[in-house]
Each structure stands twice: as C-alpha cells, then as structure tokens.
C-alpha cells in the first residue's frame, strides 16, 4: 500500500502540493490534471524520486524520506521522455542494464533479457542501436527496461504524451496487460477506462477522487 | 547513419575476440601507428586495415560511413603539412590519423558496448584505491556514446524550429536554445538513472 500523509512540496518558495493525505490500495490509478496542478510531482514521491518538504510518503510500510532504495526496487518508474531513459547505445544492453546489480549470472541475465525483449516484440532489435526505434518501440524499450527488475508497483507519468495514435494505444495496451499495480498520470483520458479510481490535481490539492467517469466530469468542468 | 561506430551484429573471429584483447591489440596498434616511418609503410598499414575490415564482414557502406569524416579532417591536416614539411611528410600525417580513427572504429563496430564497459570497469579496478569507481566511469562513457544521436536529434529540432519562426542567422541564437535542450535532456537522464537505482 501507498500510503501519503499530509504531504506537502515546494520548490524554494513556489509551494506545488500541499494537503494530501491518501491511501491508495487499488490496482488502477489514474491521476489528471492541469499542467502544473503538481501531478508530476506527486508520482515522483511514490518512489522518493522527490522526498516530500512536509509530511511523509510510505509504501508498504517503507518510508521513502529512509527507505528510497528499498523502495525504488519495488516501485518502478516511466517517464514522459523514452529517450531521456534509454541509457545504454543498444537495446538488449539497456534492459540487460537494470539488472546490473541484481547477483544474477551473465548467463541468467541473458535468458532474462532475450525473454523480456520476446514479450515486448523488441526481439528483432536486440542489437540494434536504441535511437532507431519508433517513438513507440522506445517507450516500450524503457517499460521493458523497468518491468525486468519485476517492480510490485509501476507509476508512469504520461508515458503516452509524446506518442502517435498507434504507438499510444501499443503502450497503452501494453500497461492494461499488466499484473502490476499501476498508478497512471496522462492527459489521454480514454485510457483511464475501467480504471478503479483516479484522482484529479488542481493547484496543488486533490480536488476529486472518485471512480473515472464521475472524476473526468470533474476534471471537464474544471477546465471550463 | 550512426555517427559513432555503433556494435555491428555478426560472428566474425574479430566480434567473438574477447573485447579486452581487442582494446589492448588497439592500444598497441595506435602505438605502432605512430612509429610508422615513411608513406610505404603507412600505405601498407592502411591495406593491412581494410583488409581487416573485409575479414569482420563490415559492408563497405558501413566501413565508409565510419571512415568518411576522417578523411576530411586528414585532407586539412595533410594539405596544411604539405606546406610546412613536405609531401611525405604529409602522406604519413593524413594516413596515420585515418589508420588510427578506422582502427578504433572496427573494434566498436565489432564490440558489444557492454562488453567494452565491462573491460573498463575491470581496468579501472586497480585504480579503487585512489578513488576511482570503474563503474562509474564505464557508465559515463555509455552515455556518452548514447548522447551523440540524442543531442543530435536535438540540433535537428532547434533547427527546425528556427526555420519555422524564420530566424537564421547567428551562433547565440542557434546554441542557447540547444544548450538549454540538452541540459534539460540531461535533468531527465538523471532522474530516469535515479528510478533505475543507479546510485542506490
């Protein structure tokens, strides 16, 4: 469980969250908002990426003001920008990268790698050097990336942002598919169908937190 | 394509080498290169590496593509030497840079990075007790070499962008916006190594 209490952050004195306190448990999460209404920064706290300046952030019990490696193995992360993820020049060695440190053989690491770029259709690229991708492909090559390390959570946040409609909906579905946890922040509203709950940020509160339909309501008249 | 020599799938003795042979074997060479007497032995050099690249398969697309930029370079080089110490002189100037620059480029072309990374976070080791992190390193030169298509992907966009607005002229105008660009590039970087748990 995720667990916020209180929580508040500013950035020098530009205050961007304030008064949150939630529990969240469910295995789909949505999270929308304005540009700058703080959900960016919200989904960098649930893994420590951003350690709150009040109150504190919990996962399972963990705090991540102390635990922020403890945590970060267990919560993965997807950024807007595939490119700004892809850290290593070819794509098998850029999964193979995230289990640098996991004790597992080369040998192991190998027959991990060749399985994970199998499940994600990235088989044919397993050389190939990472900036030839589609749009799409990269986004899929850093889930990959992330999903190897086999996290119990994954936050994204608006990883379908910079897509076309295909490379979108491969993403989107890819993440429906998951049996993680996932707590999703994106401005492409459709993909918070049969979501369980989703939150709406504005100025830095949380100001709707209900089932989809009721909430994008929400959202839709805020925007007004 | 690639303007770094990107690893080049294939099975080759020179790709299945072990890839800290291949860098001391390159050590070695650009050694030799610097000794090379005269423009036979140069000449020879240069054929010995063409050779070379023909024995790991790399299609001569590829090969030129990884040599051309050189070539330029040594055509400035050489001509500058022409004038100041002859004609000789010059041939084993020009040759030795293009030797030196293929010769590299083969053993990344037929190298997995990771391998290389591995070589220098082993070489690297000796050097913990003055407090040196090998892998540090190795990950600094990974992204390095990541760097090069990503920040020249971002060239193309600012300049775009400049065409679009119909702004031409002018070096400021042209590298604020990119430093800007790549310095937000590496912002997120370093927020994508944290969430891998690098650094951990």
């Known amino acids: ?224 | 394509m690639s303007a770094l020599g990107v690893y080049l799938p294939g099975d080759s003795p020179l790709h299945r080498a072990p890839a800290g042979a291949k860098l001391l074997g390159l050590t070695l060479a650009e050694a030799g290169a610097v000794l090379l007497p005269g423009p036979w032995s140069v000449g020879a050099a240069l054929a010995v590496v063409a050779g070379l690249y023909a024995f790991a398969r790399v299609p001569f697309r590829v090969a030129w593509a990884q040599t051309r930029p050189i070539l330029l370079i040594a055509l400035l080089v050489g001509g500058f030497q022409m004038f100041g110490a002859g004609v000789d002189r010059a041939l084993v100037v020009a040759g030795q840079l293009v030797l030196s620059v293929s010769l590299a480029g083969l053993v990344t072309l037929t190298t997995r990075s990771a391998d290389l990374l591995d070589v220098i976070e082993r070489g690297c080791r000796p050097l913990r007790f003055v407090g040196v992190d090998g892998a540090r390193v190795a990950l600094v030169l990974a992204l390095a070499i990541r760097a090069v298509p990503v920040v020249a992907a971002l060239t193309q966009e600012v300049r775009e962008a400049q065409r679009a607005r119909g702004v031409t002229g002018g070096l400021t105008a042209f590298a604020v916006p990119l430093l800007v660009r790549t310095l937000r590039y590496a912002d997120n970087l370093g927020e994508a190594l944290a969430a891998r748990g690098v650094d951990d």
Not at chain 1, 135 to 164: F, H, R, Y
Not at chain 1, 168 to 183: F, I, N
């Open chain 1, 1 to 224: 469980m995720i667990r916020l209490d209180d929580v508040g952050h500013a950035y020098g004195d530009r205050t961007v969250l304030r008064d949150v306190s939630l529990r969240l448990t469910e295995a789909r999460v949505g999270v929308i908002g304005a540009n700058g209404s703080g959900k960016s920064t919200f989904a960098r706290l649930l893994n420590g990426l951003v350690v709150p300046t009040t109150g504190r952030v919990t996962v399972d019990g963990l705090d991540t003001r102390t635990k922020g490696r403890e945590i970060r193995r267990r919560v993965g992360f997807c950024f807007t920008n595939p490119d700004a993820q892809i850290v290593l020049p070819t794509v098998a060695e850029d999964v193979a990268f995230s289990l640098r440190r996991s004790g597992l053989s080369r040998a192991e690491i190998a027959a991990k790698v060749t399985d994970t770029l199998r499940r994600f259709d990235l088989s044919d690229f397993a050389d190939a050097s990472a900036h030839l991708l589609s749009g799409g492909q990269k986004q899929l090559l850093a889930l990959a990336a992330i999903l190897i390390m086999e996290p119990s959570i994954l936050v994204c946040d608006e990883p379908t942002t910079l897509l076309d409609l295909r490379n979108a909906s491969m993403v989107s579905e890819l993440l429906a598919s998951l049996p993680q946890r996932v707590v999703l922040v994106t401005h492409h509203l459709h993909l918070l169908d049969g979501f369980d709950r989703v939150l709406v940020f504005d100025q830095g509160r949380v100001v709707c937190d209900a089932a989809p339909s009721t909430a994008i309501d929400h959202y839709r008249r805020l925007m007004r």
